[in-house]
Each structure stands twice: as C-alpha cells, then as structure tokens.
C-alpha cells in the first residue's frame, strides 16, 4: 500500500545526512548492495500470528555512488507492506491493513518528513 500525502516523495537529500536521520528513526537500511538504490526498512510487529508490518521507503541515486557514500538520493512514496510468514512481504494494494496501523504508519512517516526537511536540498 502506497503511503500518500506525506512529503516524503521526490524529496532529495545526501546519503550520508539521509542514513543519519533514518537511523534516528529507527528505519535500517538494507543490506542489498546497490551503486544507485537504496531501501530502508521499519519493523511494526503484530499480535497476529506469523504476521509482521514494514514500511518501506526507496530512493534513487541522482549523482554519485550509494557504495562509497557519496550519493545524492531521491526518495520515493513510502510503503506498507505485510510479512506472510514464510512467504515474504507483499506491498500491493489488496491488503487489508487495520485502521489504528495506518494512523500508526502515517504519523512515523509525517515525523520522519519533518526531520528530512530540515535537511532537504
């Protein structure tokens, strides 16, 4: 599921100043290695059995390498996807998602943005 209306998408910000703030907020990054993309990831456990939720922000390198930290990166609409157990994550739009984890989801990802505006290009 798509997470609009954020302020987080299109916003452009130095990997380096980048993987700070989204380390503050508890979203690692992921572990693929990439020369122009990037993921990071945020883990909201479920009490439901062998379900876990993440959300799910990409970017895209405009300049530079993501490998030697010099990149500049475009980020893309956050994502909310759900962990099937031991399938893996699906992101499409035929979830069903619970209303209190969507108000969830929205306020981490709105007080993300706030902090990447502070240092947005």
């Known amino acids: 599921m798509k997470i609009e209306n954020t302020g987080i998408d299109n916003k452009?910000?130095?990997?380096?100043?980048?993987n700070r703030i989204m380390g503050q907020h508890a979203f690692i990054?992921?572990?693929?290695?990439?020369?122009?993309?990037?993921?990071?990831?945020?883990?909201i456990n479920s009490q439901e059995k062998n379900?876990?939720?993440?959300i799910r922000i990409l970017g895209e390198a405009l300049e530079g390498d993501v490998d030697t930290k010099?990149?500049?990166i475009k980020l893309k609409t956050p994502l909310l996807g759900k962990h099937y157990y031991p399938f893996g994550v699906e992101y499409g739009e035929d979830e069903n998602f619970p209303k209190?984890?969507?108000?969830?989801?929205?306020?981490?990802?709105?007080?993300?943005n706030?902090?990447?505006?502070?240092?947005?290009q």
């Open 12 to 18: 452009v910000v130095d990997i380096l100043a980048l």
């Open 29 to 43: 990054l992921g572990e693929s290695w990439d020369y122009d993309r990037v993921t990071y990831d945020y883990k």
């Open 51 to 54: 379900v876990t939720y993440y």
């Open 70 to 72: 010099t990149a500049v």
């Open 100 to 112: 209190n984890l969507v108000e969830r989801v929205n306020k981490i990802v709105t007080t993300l």
């Open 114 to 120: 706030g902090d990447l505006e502070k240092i947005t």
